[in-house]
């Protein structure tokens, strides 16, 4: 798999990455043995860059993710998060909870540091500066390596980076999902020389072109809460794929792959972690890395995708007021 360097402090990672989110949360039912087979797997695959957070199940994520580096610690690249407090409880971004937090994150990862630390959502009652202030402590205290924030605006990063130098930025990027295009964080990344993790470059799945109706997901699958997701909307959304799908066959490739291929093609900066739990779908995403798409591929999919193109909001409303803050 090929290596990319992101941001200015050496942190050199696959060029796609392995989301676990959905191991243990929000996506169909959790196979904790497939889940670390597939983790396995991904490492035999050149790809040993495993994205969570503390948030995922509320630690249940990283205590997955502490099983399947057991014995191989070394190999693997891991990226954790805080401050996204699950079940309604908001954000924290104060300095001593980074702490907290980070130590709870250690002991549970079962690591004397972690790879990629830093914060899930930004909290807008703490000036961007303090948190990321005290993540740079714990990176020269030698607990976290690199530095990554999700969800923060292009004015939060270009603060952010008066403070500390950030690595990363983890933010939602697909097709259908371009916020972080038009409201100009790619370009700052860019500009700062801060690397990108597109998270759910699949679209949560819908890029596939597996999930054509609500019938494809089980009843507590989160996703119907999502809007595009809705009966109203999936439809409608549905109707988009033609293109991926033609594409795809031209290229031998899958729908999942062209989209993958897809973000990929927007800069060499730019890390899609589609998420899996399945080592069939792993080696499928895996597999994006051999497509590449010709400029006018790229150009059609980023049209028929165009911003506003996809029925309903990326996020439920009230985790939208959350993201790019
Ligand atoms: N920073 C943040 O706020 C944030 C938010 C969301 C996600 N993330 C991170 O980003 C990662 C990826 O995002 P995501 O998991 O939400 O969305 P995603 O990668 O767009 O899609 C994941 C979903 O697609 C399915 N899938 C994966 N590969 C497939 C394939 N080849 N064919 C058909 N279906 C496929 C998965 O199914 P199975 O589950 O059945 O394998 C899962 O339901 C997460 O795991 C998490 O680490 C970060």
Redesign the pocket.
């Known amino acids: 798999m090929k290596q990319v360097k992101l941001g200015k402090q050496g942190l050199t990672v696959p060029a796609i990455g392995l ?4 191991m243990s949360i929000s ?2 039912t959790p196979d904790d043995a497939e889940s670390i087979a597939t983790m396995h797997r991904a490492l035999d695959l050149g790809c040993n860059l495993l ?2 957070s503390d948030a995922y199940g509320n630690g249940v994520n990283e205590e997955l993710v502490a099983k399947a580096i057991a014995g191989r610690r070394r190999d693997y690249l891991v990226c954790t ?1 805080f401050g996204n407090l699950m079940g309604g409880g908001g954000v924290n971004g104060r300095p001593e909870y980074a702490v907290e937090a980070c130590e709870k994150s250690l002991k549970r990862l079962g690591v004397d540091e972690i790879d990629i630390y830093g914060l ?1 959502r930004v909290d807008p009652a703490v000036p961007i500066e303090e948190t990321v202030g005290a993540m740079a402590r714990l990176q020269e205290q030698g607990k976290v390596r690199y530095l990554v924030i ?2 923060a605006g292009p004015e939060t990063l270009r603060r952010a980076m008066t403070a500390a130098t950030i690595d990363v930025c ?1 933010t ?1 990027y ?1 097709l259908w999902s371009r916020d972080a295009e038009t409201g100009g964080l790619l370009a700052a990344c860019r500009e700062l020389g801060v690397g990108y993790m597109a ?7 819908f890029l ?1 072109a ?1 999930i054509k109706s609500l019938d494809d997901l089980i009843e507590k699958d989160r996703r119907r809460q999502h809007p595009r997701y809705l009966p109203e909307n999936i439809e409608k959304n549905v109707a988009l794929l033609a293109p991926i799908e033609r594409i795809a066959a031209a290229h031998g490739a ?1 729908p ?1 792959q062209v989209a993958i291929a897809w973000v990929m093609a927007q800069g060499d900066f730019i890390v899609p ?6 080592r069939t ?1 792993l080696e ?2 895996l597999g994006a890395a051999n497509v590449t798409l010709s400029a006018a591929e790229v150009a059609e999919l980023a049209e028929v995708f165009k911003p506003g193109a996809a029925a309903g909001t990326r996020y439920p409303d009230a985790q939208l007021k959350g993201v790019m803050v």
């Open positions: 989301g676990c989110m959905g996506y169909g994205v969570t998060k899930h999700s969800e983890e939602e697909s998270y759910a470059p699949l679209g949560r799945g596939s597996k899958t999942a972690i589609p998420g899996t739990k399945r779908y499928e995403n």
